[in-house]
């Protein structure tokens, strides 16, 4: 079993940085892929960067390229979302998630079958 917690969410300007956290609790060592998801009120949840832990690809929203980047800790018990040049449209939730499987890149961006998620963390950006 797994559990996952994100933090560091909060409310910032249009130019800001924030970074999230995501601890990850229990088996971590048999997760192959994590990532980063977000949903704004009244939209789908979509996805924002993942990576394989094994290999440290990552993979990104086009929307969030240059901006944003995913990365875990050595012992791949935390995983990070490094946000920076934030607008009012990455406001939302954002949650992490994690799944045993291995799929392609492009699926790794959409949330449909991944194993775990966490409770999810806001994330505010103000003009």
């Known amino acids: 079993q797994v559990q996952l917690v994100e933090s560091g969410g909060g409310s910032v300007q249009t130019g800001g940085s924030l970074r999230l956290s995501c601890a990850v609790f229990?088996?971590?060592?048999?997760?192959?892929?994590m990532g980063w998801f977000r949903q704004a009120p009244g939209k789908e949840r979509e996805g924002v960067a993942s990576i394989y832990t094994s290999t440290g690809s990552t993979y990104y929203a086009d929307s969030v390229k240059g901006r944003f980047t995913i990365s875990q800790d050595y012992a791949k018990t935390t995983l990070y979302l490094q946000m920076n040049s934030l607008k009012p449209e990455d406001s939302g939730m954002y949650y992490c998630?994690?799944?045993?499987?291995?799929?392609?890149?492009?699926?790794?961006?959409?949330?449909?079958?991944?194993?775990?998620w966490g409770q999810g963390t806001q994330v505010t950006v103000s003009s």
């Open positions: 998630a994690a799944d045993y499987g291995v799929r392609t890149p492009e699926s790794s961006l959409r949330p449909n079958g991944y194993n775990y």
């Open positions: 229990g088996y971590s060592y048999t997760l192959r892929l």
